[in-house]
């Protein structure tokens, strides 16, 4: 079975996929972002890495793969080595579903203040769309985390909120998925004090149930730097 057709299957099985998802050349992305001429290494670097973001015709493969890998392993576009458009926004739709999970903690402490639902919403629209409005994907970002440092200091509801700025700013940058994540668990852990272990543990298995398998290994990678920070 190809590499192309194997994620289309990975993707049919992906119980609450809810995005199209296209192997297609993206023609109007072609056309406008030529390789140029006699590209020096960062040139081409760049390029590849566009390409990843905005087409899924082919993976990337070959030297370009390792030139890539020795310029960016271990960073945030370490994702577009390994992954492209389609991945991410099936990540970005897991990092919705880990910050909407926990969000009822943020609703029934604050109902009239939407910032964090609608920095949700704003991610579910960039996934169902595909059109990205850096503006909107900062100011839905900035709003959640302005209501976060309004809410109770380490309270299940300010972390709600947290995980939610970071969701959404998944459409921009893949690896604050792993912050949507980390911050859910914080929220867990602080809404169940007299049962931490339990109720984090059944969280992240959780979780784990609604990431597709092909993408568990990076992000438990990811996870396990960022948790250094975070400390769930």
Partial sequence: M???????????NFR???????????????????????????????????????????SLDGEIREEIK???????????????????KALALWAAECANHVLP?????????????NAIEALQTWINT?????????KASLDAHAAAREAEEDSPARFAARAAG????TAHVPTHAIGASL????????????DVGAAVTREREWQAKHL??????????WIEAKNRGLKV
């Avoid at 595909?130 to 900062?138: E, H, S, T």
């Fill in 183 to 194: 911050y859910a668990l914080k929220s867990i852990k602080a809404a169940n004090p007299g």
């Fill in 70 to 88: 020795r310029k960016y392993m271990n960073t945030h576009q370490e994702f577009w080595i390994f992954f492209d458009k389609n991945d991410h």
């Fill in 130 to 138: 595909g059109v990205f409005r850096m503006a909107v994907i900062r």
């Fill in 105 to 117: 903690y943020f609703d029934e402490k604050y109902p009239e203040d939407a910032r964090p639902r």
């Fill in 212 to 221: 597709p398998e092909h993408l568990q290994g990076w992000v438990t990678k």
């Fill in 2 to 12: 190809s590499k192309g057709n194997l994620k289309l299957y990975a993707y049919k």
């Fill in 16 to 58: 609450r996929n809810r995005f199209t998802v296209s192997m297609a050349i993206n023609n109007e992305w072609h056309v406008t972002h030529h390789m140029p001429k006699d590209p020096t290494a960062d040139q081409r670097i760049k390029w590849h890495i566009g390409h990843a973001r905005n087409c899924s015709c082919r």
């Fill in 166 to 169: 970071q969701a959404v700013a």
